[in-house]
């Protein structure tokens, strides 16, 4: 049987449906919250003495367009953060730039963090959707409802791990410096069956989008970090 449509497009780039379309689409009706990994989902993760790893705008868009669609089906923000094991200053600087609800840094357990903002935004991880690339990701994959994972060729085994233990849904076609936040966004936005409206509307930057946007720049971004087993404010 076919891939209905558009989701066509994200085969023929790579893509892989690991959880069939239809199931997906049942899973995102109950979405209200998006979590991503930083280094190798934003950035191919490399690193310097002097630097740390950053972002794309074609991602940032993304993010922004997700939040949207998110934003206009639920009729309020949706909970979005970055979740790292490191402490990277970049990725605290695109949460507060984009006015994501919280960067989570240097934690060294996600599943916990997933537990954390379960417990303080009246979330279940059925209702969350994260992005991830590595083996330190897994156990918030576990959790979550659904699962994204970007495509790295050189871990076959890992990729071969992770999608029979039914820890990811899709993956996807570009690796993480070819914008594969982004492939994951515009999936989530076609998956909900909204990616014509929230684009012309960003266009026309009409009223909805502008109510958005007011709700978007209002919020003031949570950083927490981990000591121990305890997440904590920064």
């Keep these: ?33 998006v979590v991503f990994d930083w280094d190798g989902v934003f950035n191919a993760g490399r690193k310097g003495h002097t630097s740390s790893s950053g972002f794309s705008e074609a991602d940032s868009m993304g993010t922004n367009m997700l939040r949207y669609g998110l934003w206009r089906r639920l009729g309020e923000l949706p909970y979005a953060a970055i979740i790292s094991g490191e402490d990277n200053e970049n990725a605290i600087a695109f949460a507060r730039r984009e006015h994501l609800t919280a960067a989570y840094t240097g934690i060294r357990d996600k599943r916990q963090v997933i537990a954390h903002l379960c417990d303080n935004h009246k979330l279940q991880p059925g209702q969350i959707a994260c992005v991830f690339d590595d083996i330190n990701d897994l156990p918030m994959a576990k959790v979550c409802g659904l699962r994204f994972r970007v495509r790295r060729q050189a871990s076959p085994m890992f990729a071969d791990f992770a999608d029979r233990r039914e820890f990811c849904d899709y993956v996807t076609g570009a690796n993480a410096s070819s914008y594969a936040v982004r492939e994951v966004c515009e999936l989530l936005l076609g998956l909900m069956d909204s990616y014509a409206d929230v684009i012309e509307s960003r266009i026309a930057r009409d009223d909805a989008y502008e109510e958005y946007f007011r709700a978007r720049q209002s919020v003031v971004t949570d950083c927490y970090g981990q000591r121990g087993d305890v997440i904590e404010k920064l």
């Design 1 to 33: 049987m076919g891939l209905p449509g558009l989701f066509e497009n994200f085969t023929a780039a790579g893509g892989n449906f690991v959880t069939p379309v239809e199931d997906l689409k049942k899973k995102v009706a109950q979405c209200r919250a």
